[in-house]
């Protein structure tokens, strides 16, 4: 590093004299940087065009890609209080529907018991609070030398306690008791033991009772805690956990009528954490409405309405018996009965009889929504061309066209201000900020004048236009150019080829021959078919806008390009190096310049010290 002296001898402003050599020097390192910003601006110009252009093409698919999205009817309907209409670009001829029944969707409404309490089974415990409610039989017997011997029967039903049902046991011969919940059953001499008969019964409520072996022919000792459910004073709320009713993690397939009349699979995965509310909006997602009020009511109802062979909607398997539990079904599986009956829509459209599950139904291109029951009178529906939404939609498509291309002959056309070069650092911090926005504007024009990509985009757009439509028939009178269609460029040379429309030729064309307008615009084909171009002038300009983006890319690429894919990156990454190599060798400049001065500095000091000592000497 150069010790800098800031001329203390030669009484010389050093400082300014260095800045003022090193702007000159700065000189080519600004012109870079104006460059670069040129470059950048330039860039950013194109790219404002390409999404412009993607604007319009966008527009162009979502509007006229398919004849559908331009054609449009207009539906008579006799009675709209009856049946709503739609009609869409194929709707032809005339419906009468003569009678209708509508549909309904199955809807089942229960009341939730309580929650209940778990608690440790006691003497007190019931056979009903242990979930044994029919009244069922025991067949025990005490086994001794391999002999079954003193078989006893021990009858109990739902009010029954275990201290009854352990006293009858005791006064049979057996030992049994509870402790801590836990039953034992177990004979009263050593080498004894208590086997299960072969009765259907014995195999379920010993179940219940907690003994993992219930088969005929088992032995029995003590059984796992039991726990009773015991309802307690609260009411059910849509907050009641799948725990609090005795429920424990599940899963339910269920089989759901759809929109189709098909019925649809589902699978729903539960936990005894879920709260009603919860569990409800579970299978909210497989084709049902389920609603829980506060008050303990349930309610759900197919989504769809109608029938597959009586069956709206069915419990395939329900390993938890959750829809047992809350009222639903008698069992674990089965198909949920509605409160009221379920039936199809039954119609009569042009004299045949029709059935669906559904109140909605298409034919001959109208889609039909039954909205009530109705017999005796007839339901007419027809449809006409809504000449009024075509034309509509043609006149947005050429303000659309005309906007676009105004902004590309704008860009064409726009002054390039040459004295106006983009403002280095030193020369902004002398302006004001609407002094650099206004010099600014000047020196962002005209980045586009002339531009050949834009230039030749332009020109391929207008021929997508005026070139005829091949592939839609011989003879002068048909429909195959925008010109048929009361569509031309303006005559004004000012307008930079805008579109002017003739209304009363083109709504002439549309009420003459629709078809072949709709097919004009909107014909999907191929440049290279054996007819000729068969592509619609809609495809036709969304191909040649395609290849200008493709063009404007390869000059000023897009967002998620890198710079070294397109030719202004390319121009930025070169420019970028110079700068860096122009700022390193600016350093050295200065760090010269500063050494020269500081040499100069040292000089005259040396020179004026000497001056001094002869002085001295002068003197004496």
Same mark, same amino acid.
Do not use: C
């Given at each position: ?5 800031? =001329? ?25 940087? *104006? ?46 209080? &009856? ?22 969707? &199955? ?9 209940? !309490? ?78 299960? *008969? ?304 003739? !209304? ?18 909107? *014909? ?28 404007? !890319? ?55 010290? *000497? ?7 002068? =003197?004496?």
């Amino acid at each position: 590093m150069v010790n800098r002296v800031g =001329g203390l001898a030669s009484g010389m402003d050093i400082d300014a004299l260095v800045e003022k050599l090193m702007t000159a020097e700065r000189m080519p390192l600004n012109k870079l940087n *104006q460059k670069k910003t040129t470059y950048e601006w330039q860039r950013d110009a194109y790219r404002s065009v390409n999404t412009k252009l993607k604007t319009f093409s966008d527009y162009l698919f979502d509007n006229f890609s398919l004849s559908s999205n331009f054609v449009k009817n207009k539906v008579n309907v006799s009675n709209s209080t &009856a049946v709503s209409v739609t009609a869409g670009s194929g709707a032809s001829g005339t419906l009468n529907i003569d009678k209708a029944t509508l549909a309904t969707a &199955a809807n089942k409404v229960v009341i939730t018991a309580p929650p209940t !309490e778990k608690s440790i089974a006691t003497n007190e415990t019931t056979f009903g609070e242990l979930g044994i409610n029919s009244n069922s039989t025991l067949n025990l017997a005490i086994k001794k030398d391999g002999e079954a011997d003193n078989i006893q029967s021990i009858s109990f039903d739902k009010n029954t306690t275990l201290k009854s049902f352990i006293d009858d046991l005791n006064s049979k011969g057996f030992n049994a008791s509870i402790t801590n919940g836990k039953l034992s059953i177990t004979a009263k001499e050593s080498g004894e033991s208590i086997e299960v *008969q072969g009765n259907p019964d014995n195999s379920v409520e010993l179940g219940k009772l907690g003994f993992d072996d219930t088969s005929a022919g088992s032995k029995l000792g003590t059984s796992k805690t039991l726990y009773s459910n015991v309802n307690n004073n609260n009411t059910t709320t849509n907050k009641t956990t799948l725990g609090e009713l005795g429920l424990t993690d599940g899963t339910i397939k269920l089989s759901v009528i759809n929109s189709t009349g098909e019925l649809a699979p589902a699978t729903i995965n539960y936990k005894e954490t879920d709260t009603l509310e919860s569990f409800m909006k579970r299978l909210n997602g497989a084709g049902l409405t389920a609603i829980v009020s506060n008050d303990g009511k349930m309610s759900i109802t197919a989504n769809s309405t109608g029938h597959k062979a009586g069956v709206s909607i069915r419990v395939d398997e329900d390993n938890s018996g959750v829809f047992n539990k809350l009222g639903f079904l008698s069992g674990n599986t089965g198909n949920i009965n509605s409160d009221k009956p379920v039936v199809n829509a039954f119609y009569t459209v042009n004299g045949m009889e029709m059935e669906s599950t559904s109140n909605t139904f298409t034919q001959s291109g109208y889609t039909v929504t039954l909205n009530q029951n109705f017999s005796g009178s007839t339901v007419s529906i027809s449809a006409d061309k809504d000449l009024d939404s075509m034309v509509d939609k043609v006149k947005e498509f050429v303000t659309k066209y005309n906007e676009l291309i105004t902004d590309l002959n704008d860009h064409l056309k726009e002054t390039k201000y040459r004295d106006y070069t983009p403002l280095t650092a030193e020369q902004r911090k002398d302006m004001t900020e609407s002094e650099q926005k206004l010099w600014d504007e000047k020196a962002m024009s005209g980045l586009l004048r002339g531009d050949s990509i834009l230039r030749n985009g332009l020109g391929d757009m207008r021929n997508a236009l005026y070139s005829q439509v091949k592939g839609l028939g011989l003879g002068n009178n048909v429909i195959d150019t925008m010109f048929k269609m009361g569509i031309t460029t303006s005559s004004n040379f000012n307008d930079g080829g805008k579109l002017v429309i003739d !209304e009363t030729k083109l709504r002439k064309a549309l009420e003459e021959d629709p078809d072949r307008v709709v097919k004009t615009l909107t *014909q999907n084909g191929s440049k290279t078919d054996s007819e000729g171009d068969t592509r619609g002038i809609v495809q036709r300009l969304r191909d040649s806008m395609s290849d200008f983006t493709k063009n404007i !890319e390869k000059k000023a690429g897009r967002a998620t390009m890198t710079d070294n894919q397109f030719a202004i990156g390319k121009n930025l990454i070169d420019t970028n190096k110079r700068i860096t190599t122009l700022t390193d060798r600016l350093k050295d400049v200065e760090a010269r310049y500063w050494k020269q001065f500081t040499a100069m500095e040292t000089a005259i000091n040396k020179a004026n010290s *000497q001056s001094s000592i002869f002085a001295q000497f002068g =003197g004496q």
